[in-house]
Every structure is written in structure tokens, then in C-alpha cells.
């Protein structure tokens, strides 16, 4: 049997379009609407971060460009961790998966080593000299894509199946939950819902069967009953869950971060109070505002229009990988960019949504905006791969 997606990948290569995709330049073949608009994301979002510590002497230790600059570099490695990505090619990728795998599961483990530490209440990063720091959960969303994406569409790819067979959709769901329970047990529970999306995406993407998808959501209401009757959870995140739940419960203490969230959001009115100007953020009423609720300055001082900008371009970036994942020429490509596009939008949704007040604070950063090198890193990383899938494919498609 020979699979619809090798049937499309080898066609275009006897014609014209094949000889166009031979000839062309990688640079012609990148999307540069889906660049532009990370680019702009992230470029965008400095300000907002330097706007959010310059103040704050106690994080900046006197220097106001401290967390700017910061930002700027970590943007830079990220723009140079994607271009690598690209030269890589997706061809090579898939060969070079399973040394993924293995470093970033070897990188998780460290951390619940001597060699861990803790921050906010969860021992999830690698402390180095100078005051960097690794986040190695970052890294593990884009290990479980590619592992899946090479096991799922190693049959199919080859014209074996049409569709993923039982046996590799329940040999990438092992590996897929391997990472995820080292990382539950720091515990980060925000990573392994992005994660459990991430696997919900590919699953859909893949066209394994139904079944899998239902006993995907099922499992996971079982295991978030199991986490919360076994006390898995910190106090911290028990008390986040209750916030939520009851928005008006102990606004000077468990509630804070979201009522403050709100007020900054709530001031901006349509306009914002200009730059620089947010009273919430120069009066320094947000914490973690440079991180998990960098969305505060923006409503504040950029207001509704700024605020609205910053969803538009998050929108563009995601409708692009929609696209990529659509015309992919072969089931590996599709996976990666499912999973990829998957990351994106619900890391968006729910930090956006927690700044909002309608979802659970979980730690989750704003993809291209929240300061943080593991995060800038991984997501650049994730463009990279989207680009690996659109330049596998013939121009003008």
C-alpha cells in the first residue's frame, strides 16, 4: 500500500515544481510572514520587559537595561538556535531524534539531582555560574514532537500504513510520558499541561484512531483527580486552583497576583496610559511581571489596541503554522508542525488567560513575550521546525 503522503511528496519531483524546489534558495522557501511576526513578538516585548524591571532595583541590582539587554541576547541565541535548526534540515533531524530524547530526559533527571534548584516553589531549573539558568522543561516540549512525530510516521512515511498503527501511537504515548512524570515530580504542573495538549494536537494530526484521543482525555481527568487526592501538588499550586475558583477569596493573599493583574489590565482602558507610564507597573502592585504576567503591561500601557496587536501577531504566527501543517509532505512534517502549532496557541491561551482572570495561574510564559531564556530558546526552536517542514515542501504550495 502506498500512503497518500508519499504519493504527494514524490510527484512534484517529476516535474517543474519539483526542479523549483532543487533549485531554489532556502532563504526564498522560509515563511517570512510567520518570521516577521515572531520577530516582531519578540522585539516587541522587550520594551514591555524593560518596562516591567527598571525599576525594580532589587532584580536589576542598579542597572535599569539589566533584564533589556538580557532579553535582547537571549532573542539572539534563539534566532541563531533557529537558523541551525533550518541549515539541520528535516531530513537530518529525524536521524539525530533519539540523541534528543536522550539529552533533554538526561537534563530533566538533573534536576531532581543536587545539581537542581528551586525557584517560586518548584525545583525545575539548572543553576550555572554568573547567574544562568537552564529551564530544561522547555526543551522536553520539543522532544516529545519530534519522538512522536518519528515514531508515528515511520510506517506511514514509508508506504506500509495509511494511518498509525496501535502499536507505534502506544509506543510514542510511552515516550511521550516518560519525560512528563520526571517533570512532574519537580512538580511543574503548567509544563505537563502543555505538554498533554501538545500530545492531544499530534494524536488529532496523525490520524490515529479515535480511541486513542478519548482515552487521552480520560486518562487525563483520571490523573488530575489521582494529583489532587494524593497531595501531589504543592500548597502554592493547591492555592492558585482555589483563586480561581473563588476570584474574591483573600485578594491580599492567594488572589493577589490576579486581582492586581486585572486592575493593570482594567486601567489601560483602550488607548493605555503610554509607555513607561503603567501606575500598577511602576508602582511595582504585579509580581513576576516581567514573566508570567508580562501581558499586565501591555493592557495597562499600551491598553486594548496594544493589547489587541500583540493577539494579532500571536494569531498570524499560528494561522502560518495552520498552513505549514496543512500542505506538509509527509505525516513526520504534519506531526511536527501540529505539535508545534498545538504549544503555541494553548501556552498563549492559558497565560493570556490567566492575566484575565478566566484561567488558573499555572507559570506558564507567554510564548515570544515573558522574559526568559529556556523560553525564548525553545520556542525559536519550534519556528525552526516549522521552517524545517514548509522548506521540505515545493515553492508556491
Not at 510520558?177 to 504542573?189: G, T
Not at 486601567?267 to 504576567?293: A, C, R, W
Request: proline share 4%; charged share 10%.
Amino acid at each position: 500500500m502506498t500512503s497518500s503522503y508519499s504519493q504527494y511528496r514524490l510527484a512534484p519531483q517529476r516535474g517543474t515544481v519539483g526542479r523549483a524546489l532543487a533549485k531554489g534558495s532556502p532563504l526564498r522557501r522560509l515563511d517570512w510572514i510567520m518570521v516577521l511576526a515572531a520577530l516582531g513578538l519578540s522585539l516587541g516585548s522587550s520594551l514591555l520587559v524593560w518596562s516591567a524591571t527598571r525599576g525594580r532595583d532589587s532584580l536589576t541590582h542598579g542597572d535599569p537595561q539589566y533584564f533589556l539587554f538580557r532579553h535582547l541576547t537571549n532573542l539572539a541565541i534563539g534566532l541563531a538556535l533557529c537558523g541551525v535548526v533550518v541549515l539541520i534540515g528535516s531530513r537530518r533531524l529525524r536521524t539525530a531524534v533519539p540523541v534528543v530524547y536522550v539529552v533533554v530526559l538526561l537534563m530533566l533527571l538533573a534536576v531532581l539531582t543536587p545539581l537542581g534548584s528551586t525557584i517560586n516553589g518548584a525545583k525545575a531549573w539548572i543553576q550555572f555560574g554568573g547567574g544562568f539558568s537552564i529551564q530544561p522543561a522547555e526543551f522536553a516540549k520539543f522532544a516529545i514532537i519530534l519522538t512522536m512525530a518519528v515514531v508515528l510516521s515511520a510506517r506511514v512515511d514509508a508506504g506500509e500504513r495509511e494511518f498509525p498503527p496501535d502499536r507505534s501511537v502506544l509506543q510514542a504515548l510511552g515516550l511521550a510520558a516518560l519525560p512528563m512524570a520526571v517533570i512532574m515530580l519537580m512538580p511543574d504542573l503548567g509544563s505537563v499541561m502543555v505538554m498533554g495538549v501538545i500530545i492531544l494536537g499530534i494524536l488529532l494530526a496523525s490520524g490515529a484512531a479515535n480511541r486513542w484521543v478519548f482515552g487521552l482525555i480520560g486518562t487525563g481527568a483520571l490523573g488530575a483527580a489521582a494529583i489532587w487526592q494524593l497531595g501531589v501538588l504543592s500548597k502554592y499550586q493547591i492555592d492558585r486552583f482555589a483563586a480561581f475558583a473563588n476570584p474574591a477569596l483573600d485578594p491580599a493573599g492567594v488572589g493577589y497576583n490576579t486581582a492586581q493583574a486585572r486592575i493593570a489590565i482594567g486601567s489601560g482602558g483602550l488607548t493605555g496610559m503610554g509607555l513607561f507610564k503603567g501606575t500598577q507597573t511602576t508602582g511595582q502592585f504585579v509580581p513576576e511581571q516581567q514573566t508570567d504576567f508580562v501581558f499586565t503591561v501591555a493592557g495597562e500601557e499600551l491598553g486594548f489596541v496594544g493589547a489587541l496587536g500583540l493577539i494579532v501577531l500571536l494569531g498570524v504566527l499560528l494561522w502560518r503554522g495552520c498552513r505549514i501543517a496543512r500542505h506538509a509532505t509527509d505525516l513526520f512534517g504534519t506531526v511536527v508542525a501540529a505539535g508545534v502549532v498545538s504549544w503555541f496557541a494553548f501556552q498563549a491561551f492559558e497565560n493570556i488567560g490567566m492575566n484575565l482572570g478566566i484561567m488558573p495561574v499555572a507559570g506558564i510564559p507567554l510564548p515570544f513575550v515573558s522574559y526568559g531564556g529556556s523560553s525564548m530558546f525553545a520556542v525559536w526552536i519550534g519556528i525552526g521546525l516549522l521552517q524545517c517542514v514548509r522548506t521540505q515542501r515545493p515553492i508556491g504550495i
